[in-house]
């Protein structure tokens, strides 16, 4: 097995907290002969659960450091040593352009290093606007059919896509239990509200209503309780009365858009662990 | 009556809506000779009401002022005319002091332009503090009586003391409807939390088991509807997964008690109307 | 002059302050039987200057409007009495792309209601994305040539082109006091920095020396006084210890474009007045 | 030398960048069968610096882990280990109440783990307020003396005290390189701005002139260099054309005196590092 020199690579620790778990690890990276760039740990003291995210560099083989971590960890610790790698990601949309046109000027740009490697719509209204990008838009329409009929087009269209993520990027149609459950911690939605707030439609509406004086969005990971998964990401906006639900639905896009693309960025540097229904976000 | 030499008031004006309103009221302030200082107005679309504060200076009389206006205006409007005076207000508090502690010092340095006539509280915990800033403390001890002995005890005192306002500085107690009844758009609450999330018992517990990115503080008007009634003031803070439930009520404490006396410094100086459920800040 | 039905229009005043300037105004909206939507007036007290924007419908002639306005108006007053239009921009850029793209992708779901004649730019980096949205692409190379000879090509091309603002997208050249001084008012910039701070070359590695908790953005009018001019918005983000001066970019990168697009949306829809070196947002 | 069971202490670190340095430090905390509560490391990439806050507990004697951790360590390094203790500061006041009044009211309820050994002021305008709260209050007039005079009855003073910091709230003199040079790394400050913007005299009047849209605060280390000691937080509120120099005042004293507790209780609990002209924040 060869070593590779100046390779560079992110080990992703998380298994039941013990003694000596930084000291162990440690001692594998200075074994190695190992510079370690930077150096994150987190203990959960209410589950007694470790995690650790470090960013390793020199010459060495992916395989063999794995290989001695896990032998120094917990038999059922989870253990990733990966490089730097462009991931690759599905963004579902409906109608809405503003999360969908800021990942793909992000990705214009260089600035997310993620390949994109379909847009899947329920309506073709973004069409024109991905096609201006040359990214695959596939458009499955869900009228006329039952939700289950359109998931399994869906599916259908997944399984000869590769792909890590699955990115809703306002897409707003309710996923299935079974659909959620094939794709277990890899679907990334942005809420349009600040959860746990205005569960449901319409939220700018509700929040309008209620006559808030902030208003936000949330990025969090998708499970079958609805907008009830771990939060990645949130931020705000302040606004008045002078502000009707439209308007504070335009301001609520800035900070959709903003936070699904720091949500998306933090999980593609895989820099987010899955804690119970929390994160831990390093 | 005579005329006071430059007075200056504040001139409150909520009515249905209706053309000529701006025009007519100011009107009337031009034949008076009067400088419009400050002049704000709104319009809710949704409910065709009008609300208005100007602030005039000039030689006029209160009485008079307030007899030509209403005799522009719809029939039923409501219109103050008010000089600005020093109001009084009586604080509810149980054991933790932030909230009350920041409108002690700003009491004492003259920025919140208010008396405290009185803190009552159902615990005495905060007596020595309170007696720090020379005043008078009232300590109803709650325990082994109904809830509606305990207010009716709280109500005697506070039929002996002359007040604007109660501002609840982080009393937990959730008062009758009877009680809030006879003291309706005059109770100032602070809600540890972003309204309209983590309604109830210990937020910050549940904000923690949420794996919440912000926590908030909510500053609104009491009504019988719990931590529902028309909100005055929000803030929100950052924070993550490091923190514990009690570092994100060490957090949150000082979101509320900014957020309580900037509401209530609003309130104060007249700049809250309030509109059905929600209120217009001016 | 024919009426035009339910027609919409704002009317922006800006003038010395004097006695019943909202009343003379407001006559003159009561006696056209105009609707007031919105309203809203300031007056600087240092300055003694009367800011006003209403937005007013009806059936009515914008110019007979406009002309009764004036006659109860301070002689030297500005009245403008405009229909909400589709205003035209140019816009600058050099060769990053997050602020320009998120001005096309606005433009391109209709959020922003401006047309973009022309993106000019003086590296030919962007041209494959302003490609994308069908939008004239013009690459003035500023190598081997003076700033003025560079300049001169630039105004050639602003000649034959009509349009109300320059934006300057992240424009990385300096602009002469004789460019400056044709386009007075006209000249939108995004300011790398939170103003008053870091003025200057690379102020994320000035962040970064410093020490800084917190990066911010600054969108103002441009004169000839460096990154002097009026400010119309400012936003910031938080940063720590652990953010390199490229991170500290990446970060500022989010706060700078939405800065620039709330700026240029409010100046769209004549939301902004300049008085002195400052700004009035209504 | 007598172990104490269950004792609780701070690992502080702070040496050149080396190989292997979490290893050393988790092997003796391993050897010494100790439980790391927390751990926190980052190494500055541009000086070659690394940083280390751990918290440990179990049954060791203080003396002992430092002695093993310096034998590990680079021979210069930095090492403190220290048991969570109640520090003691000095504040230095003028006029202004609400930063003082903030730190007195944590102080009361125990928010702050400090003890506030003494208040030194030129004027006796906050005497009242301090007495209340039973804490020595020291009026040294600096009126028709020199500063070098003034300092050095002040110094007369703390040279009786025993005292940990420092803290100058809202302290509006400048100190001289003697006074400060003597108390390198111990003096913290909160400045009326957003450093760097607006240094010097009344930066809420230089803030309005300007016409800024946000407004903010910073507590640093005092060092010679005025205003321009390191940054340990910071933060910022929104203003508008409406507030005048005063308004900004009020509101940028709210952000002042959180910023300023803020800072004060990490430096505190020792979450704070020097780093050249920068800190480090644990």
Redesign the interface.
């Known amino acids: 097995m060869a070593n590779i020199e100046n390779l560079k690579a992110r080990v992703l620790i998380d298994c039941e907290d013990a003694?000596?778990l930084?000291?162990?690890t440690?001692?594998v990276?200075?074994e190695q002969?190992l510079?370690?760039?930077?150096?994150?740990?987190?203990?959960?003291?209410?589950n007694g659960r470790f995690f650790m995210r470090s960013v390793v560099s020199g010459d060495f083989s992916v395989a063999e450091l794995k290989n001695k971590l896990i032998s120094v960890l917990p038999s059922n610790a989870n253990c990733r040593v990966i490089e730097p790698n462009r991931k690759k990601i599905v963004i579902f949309v409906t109608k809405?352009?503003?999360a969908l046109?800021?990942i793909?000027?992000?990705h214009?740009?260089g600035?997310l290093d993620v390949d994109i490697v379909a847009v899947i719509a329920n309506h073709n209204t973004l069409g024109e606007?991905v096609g201006?990008?040359d990214i695959p838009f596939i458009h499955i329409c869900a009228e006329n059919i039952c939700r289950e009929e359109h998931e399994s087009s869906v599916i259908d269209i997944l399984k000869k896509i590769d792909f890590d993520y699955i990115v809703l990027a306002k897409y707003m149609r309710i996923l299935t239990p079974t659909f959620v459950s094939q794709f277990d911690g890899k679907i990334i939605n942005i809420h349009h509200s600040?959860?746990?707030?205005?569960i449901g439609a319409n939220p700018y509406k509700q929040a309008y209503?209620?006559?808030?004086?902030?208003i936000?969005a949330t990025a969090h990971f998708v499970t079958n309780d609805l907008d009830e998964g771990?939060?990645?990401?949130?931020?705000?906006v302040?606004v008045?009365?002078?502000l009707?639900w439209r308007d504070m639905q335009?301001a609520g896009?800035?900070v959709e858009k903003?936070v699904l693309?720091?949500a998306l960025s933090l999980v593609l540097n895989d820099r987010v662990f899955l804690?119970g229904?929390?994160?831990?976000?390093f």
Do not use: M
Request: hydrophobic residues 30%.
């Open positions: 003694k000596g930084v000291y162990k440690s001692k990276f200075f002969n510079n370690i760039e930077s150096n994150r740990e987190f203990v959960d003291p209410e809405e352009s503003h046109g800021d793909l000027i992000r214009s740009d600035e606007l201006r990008f600040f959860l746990p707030a205005f209503d209620r006559g808030v004086k902030i936000g771990p939060i990645i990401a949130q931020d705000v302040g008045s009365h002078r009707d335009r896009r800035d903003i693309s720091r804690n229904n929390k994160t831990i976000v």
